[in-house]
């Protein structure tokens, strides 16, 4: 899983005395250089639509919609344009696209956040250990990071879902180790700067152990910018299931993702005869990405991560 | 700022007397959320080809803000610009300077190793006035350059040609640069702190270029400094700015003998030099420069004088002229009424600001 | 340490790399599949049949049906065996196939009769290639004027649109994007072909099209904000100031003094983009039914057709990390500083 995008939104707030005409003398005013560091509307926005979309997600099965999976072609039809019975319209096999939605969110979402826990938990504690203890295990860890990140993510991903049962469960690992060695060298080169400071060589000389200072004063550190990308990650996780259903290599069965809607929604004849099949399921993919993006941009600018040299 | 674009560049007036850059009560401010900051609080004065003005103060007192402004550098939406400023005869307030740049007016930078373009060549760099304002090709401008290099006395001047800055020492660079602003063949030099960043050693040579290269091309010069040492000897007249406004005017040998504004006085006292015993403490001014948003009332100086009176909080003093000595102070050094005030000053142990003064005079 | 001698140690690596990313490769596919039933079919059941009388004899095969085993099905699963090496120990194997693969010879599929793969991948990478090369191309091009315009209005109104404008294109799933564009240009409008054409040069280009810009739009909206963001940063440095001073008109000042040192960022990302670039291409290839490496690798998946994936993959690995020791080269060779 590699990081697809670095989307930088600092610039916003640059004052306009920084076009290309001039640059400011050093004896101005120090307001005009101060970049507010505030998340700003459009982050509450971006949370708002998560919020509401996990509620929906988990309140699926006591929300009054139709079963997903039921065909409803004698009510409303097969392949109908939305309407006020069936308010996204029905697919080839009469099922309410509406009510799929909702319940792939559940999938979807689910993916998205597991991959990433996966990514951190594993990924991030190996990145601490080899940047903490050094050696011989930090030259392991890094040949295997290295190996891992040589393979471009989709192939990886392929490979490991085509040779595995292709349960929730499996996906959500296979999308998981694809975010390890990212995810490592980042708490790998996180850990050393603050290593190097001088808190933990205080922990030392008071005579603290080395797991101690790991735990005690690395880990908050490490977390936060950590943490400043989850929201980045879980992005690029739902977008790699996604893709991964498109390829047919998504969960098995009747599980519905939006990947999977997408990919059933969008060969030539669908796409000209029922456009809305594939289109409510890409819009919510899209806006969820979004706001996660943006969401994760801002917290990320606010806590101030910048690319951490690895 | 307007949209007037001067379309040619004019040309040079004839009388050879008359004064390059003139500048009338000129003022610079710019907009911010807490209200216009007067960087550049009316400054006036004359310059003659061939003649060095030096301009002096601290950081934040808008010598820099000034001489960009001049040149028209500093522009943002948020600017604003008032008075006049006539070059050669034409008026360029409010104006797009862009057409004098490199070829009738010019600028040297305080930090060599920021001013130059890090990526491109040192023989690159020069050629581009070169041709851009002398019309020269590739061939040409190599050749130019070569000249110039000798002439601020680099050596193995081909060489450099091929090189990149970080490839130089300092002193090296700044002859560079030097060499770029003179490329074009301008009137007007402006210097901003250009041995600041040098090794002192250096200085002294990079100043004496400085110099020389000012008479050969009969330039007007403005030199800024922070500096009253490096402005002796080395301007024709001195400008003393604080807070945006003028403290002192003079020619330099007069303000130097017949000092009056305490600031001018207290940078004086500041320099460090040989004189002085051996760790003596270092005598730098207590206090910072003033807020130009919203100045305390009375002269800008006033919390850090040690002549400050009561006078001093409350009004401002206007400009006062003695011949062509100007400055802007009640209780001026080396004047009866600035003795009585220091006088004051000692018996009660603190200025009218509440500045502590000790026995002997000193500030602190 | 001197550009050769960091070069040596690159390719060093490189060398590991690709071993350990073809040994994983092969370890798995052959651990976690079953290659005589790939290539056989059912037929492999017969392994383990047996008959002292040489008769046929029934036996159930993996998938459950009842599968007769008499001895020309026997001596199938002995020839199979043998071409492909089966009874031999994986390691020994992966010898085997690390011997041929490095002259050049992948081996045969296991479907398709036992094709050469080296044909398979010499016939269907070039087109995928080619894609990739015409997105990256269409990317740049599109990204550096963008980035330098959004640099020079930075703050304005018009930048904060072009920012969502980015910010959309990025969240935009790449087949979520080659969806929309194949509906609007290619059923609705009919500007492009349905089907890849491969008469020549040219109708090539133009059967890519569609698909290059659909990988193209994402990669150079990031392309163009960390190009702006770059060039707003250097703008701010004094050299800008200086050359301005010497009368260099504004557009030479954006394109000949602040770009070159504001290309870093986007040049790094340029290298881990190629994998992401990849990714993109096998979705895309599907979506617009091209022929290429990435259709090829995904069918191959499928029928766990082990030689031809486990070329594809090594191919395409190397070819990445490749690419990045290339983009750390042009590094320093735009960087005079980082060359001393």
């Not at chain 2, 402005?231 to 007069?254: H, K």
Request: proline share 5%; aromatic share 8%; glycine share 8%.
């Amino acid at each position: 899983m590699t990081t697809q995008h670095h989307s930088h939104l600092e610039d916003e707030e640059v004052p306009i005395t920084f076009a290309v005409e001039g640059v400011v003398a050093d004896d101005m005013p120090a307001e005009q250089f101060v970049t507010r560091k505030t998340l700003g509307w459009g982050f509450w926005v971006s949370i708002g639509w998560l919020v509401a979309i996990i509620t929906a997600a988990l309140l699926a099965p006591v929300l009054p919609i139709p079963d997903p999976g039921v065909d409803l072609s004698s009510d409303v039809g097969l392949r109908e344009p939305p309407s006020t019975e069936a308010w996204f319209g029905t697919d080839a096999l009469g099922r309410d696209v509406f009510s799929r939605v909702i319940w792939g969110a559940r999938i979807s979402l689910t993916v998205g956040f597991a991959a990433v826990a996966f990514g951190m938990v594993f990924g991030g504690s190996l990145g601490m250990l080899s940047g903490f203890l050094r050696g011989w295990f930090d030259s392991l860890t890094g040949f295997l990071f290295l190996t891992l990140l040589s393979f471009p993510a989709l192939i990886l991903a392929i490979l490991m879902t085509s040779l595995l049962d292709r349960t929730l469960f499996t996906i959500c690992v296979v999308l998981g180790v694809l975010g390890v060695a990212p995810v490592g060298r980042l708490s790998r080169a996180a850990t050393i700067q603050f290593a190097e400071r001088e808190f933990v060589t205080a922990a030392h000389t008071i005579g603290a152990k080395r797991g101690r200072i790991l735990i005690r004063e690395l880990l908050p550190n490490v977390v936060i910018p950590m943490g400043a990308l989850a929201l980045l990650g879980m992005a690029v996780a739902i977008v790699a299931e996604g893709g991964l259903a498109f390829l047919g290599l998504s969960v098995e069965g009747d599980t519905i993702t939006w990947g999977k809607m997408i990919a059933d929604g969008s060969d030539r004849r669908e796409i000209e005869d029922a456009p809305w099949v594939a289109f409510f399921p890409i819009t919510f993919l899209f806006l969820t990405v979004l706001a996660l993006n943006f969401a994760g941009d801002k917290v990320r600018e606010y806590f101030d991560v910048k690319e951490i040299s690895v | 700022m307007s949209e007037i674009t001067i379309e040619a560049v004019p040309e040079r007036s004839a009388d050879p007397n008359a004064p390059l850059l003139e500048v009338t009560d000129y003022r610079v401010g710019f907009k911010t959320e807490r209200g216009l900051a007067k960087a550049v609080d009316g400054v006036t004065f004359r310059l003659a080809r061939g003649r060095t003005l030096g301009i002096v103060g601290e950081s934040g007192s808008g010598k820099s803000v000034l001489n960009r402004s001049i040149m028209g550098l500093v522009v943002s939406s948020n600017q604003i610009e008032e008075g006049s400023i006539t070059f050669d005869g034409t008026e360029i307030v409010d104006t797009d300077r862009q057409p004098f740049w490199g070829n009738r007016m010019s600028m040297i930078f305080q930090d060599p190793m920021t001013s130059l373009n890090p990526v491109m060549k040192v023989g690159k760099q020069i050629g581009e006035p070169l041709k851009l304002h002398l019309g020269m090709d590739k061939k040409q401008a190599r050749e130019r350059a070569t000249e110039l290099l000798t002439q601020v006395g680099i050596p193995e001047p081909t060489r450099r040609l091929d090189q990149y800055p970080h490839e130089l020492s300092g002193g090296m660079r700044q002859r560079v640069m030097i060499a770029i602003a003179l490329a074009g063949e301008p009137d007007f030099l402006v210097a901003d702190e250009p041995t600041t960043a040098l090794d002192v050693t250096v200085q002294k040579y990079i100043l004496d270029l400085l110099g020389e290269l000012q008479r050969d091309r009969e330039m007007a010069m403005t030199l800024i400094t922070h500096d009253l040492g490096v402005a002796r000897g080395r301007t024709d007249d001195l400008l003393v700015m604080y807070g945006g406004r003028v403290m002192e005017q003079a020619p330099t040998e007069v303000l130097f003998s017949a000092m009056r504004h305490p600031y001018s006085e207290a940078l004086l006292e500041s320099i460090p030099t040989l004189d002085h015993p051996k760790h003596t403490r270092l005598n730098p001014i207590p206090g910072s420069p003033p807020d130009i948003v919203s100045p305390p009332p009375g002269c800008r100086f006033a919390p850090r004088c040690r002549y400050a009176q009561d006078r001093c909080a409350t009004d401002l003093p206007e400009l006062v002229s003695d011949g062509n000595h100007h400055y802007a102070c009640f209780y001026p050094v080396g004047t009866e009424a600035g003795a009585e005030a220091l006088q004051t000053n000692i018996e009660r142990g603190q200025t009218a600001v509440g500045l502590r003064v000790s026995a002997e005079g000193r500030l602190g | 340490m001197t550009l050769a001698r960091q070069l040596a140690l690159r390719l060093g690596l490189f060398i590991l790399l690709l071993l350990a990313v073809s040994m994983i490769t092969f370890g798995a596919m052959n651990l976690l599949g079953d290659p005589l039933f790939n290539i056989l079919g059912p037929i492999s059941g017969c392994e383990d049949a047996i008959s002292e009388s040489g008769e046929s004899v029934t036996v159930e095969s993996s998938d459950g049906l009842a599968q007769n085993c008499g001895p020309d099905q026997i001596q199938a699963v002995q020839d199979a065996k043998e071409q492909y090496y089966l009874d031999k120990s994986l390691p020994e194997r992966y010898v085997r196939w690390l011997g041929d693969a490095v002259q050049g010879d992948f081996g045969t599929s296991f479907a398709n009769q036992g094709e050469s793969v080296t044909n398979i991948v010499r016939d269907k990478l070039p087109v995928s290639l080619l894609l990739m090369v015409m997105a990256q191309t269409i990317a740049v091009v599109i990204a550096i004027p963008w980035g330098v315009w959004a640099a020079s209005r930075a703050g304005k109104a018009s930048d904060r649109v072009s920012t969502i404008g980015s910010f959309g294109l990025v969240s935009m799933p790449n087949f979520a994007l080659g969806i929309i564009l194949y509906y609007v240009l290619i059923v609705r409008l009919g500007w492009f072909p349905f089907r890849y054409e491969d008469d020549d040069l040219w109708s090539r280009i133009n059967s890519l099209f569609v698909p290059a810009i659909t990988l193209a739009l994402p990669i150079s909206a990031v392309y163009q904000r960390l190009l702006r963001t770059d060039l707003i940063t250097t703008l701010q440095d004094d050299f800008i100031l200086m050359a301005r001073s010497k009368g260099v008109p504004r557009r030479s000042v954006l394109f000949k003094h602040a770009l070159r040192p504001s290309m870093f960022s986007f040049i790094t990302v340029f290298g881990i983009n190629a994998g992401a670039l990849i990714g993109g291409t096998l979705v895309i290839e599907r979506i617009f039914q091209i022929p290429g490496a990435g259709s090829e690798i995904v069918t191959a998946v499928f029928r766990e057709d082990f030689p031809v994936v486990l070329a594809f993959v090594v191919i395409i690995t190397a070819g990445f990390v490749l690419l990045n020791i290339l983009v750390d080269l042009l590094y320093s060779i735009l960087d005079p500083r980082v060359r001393t």
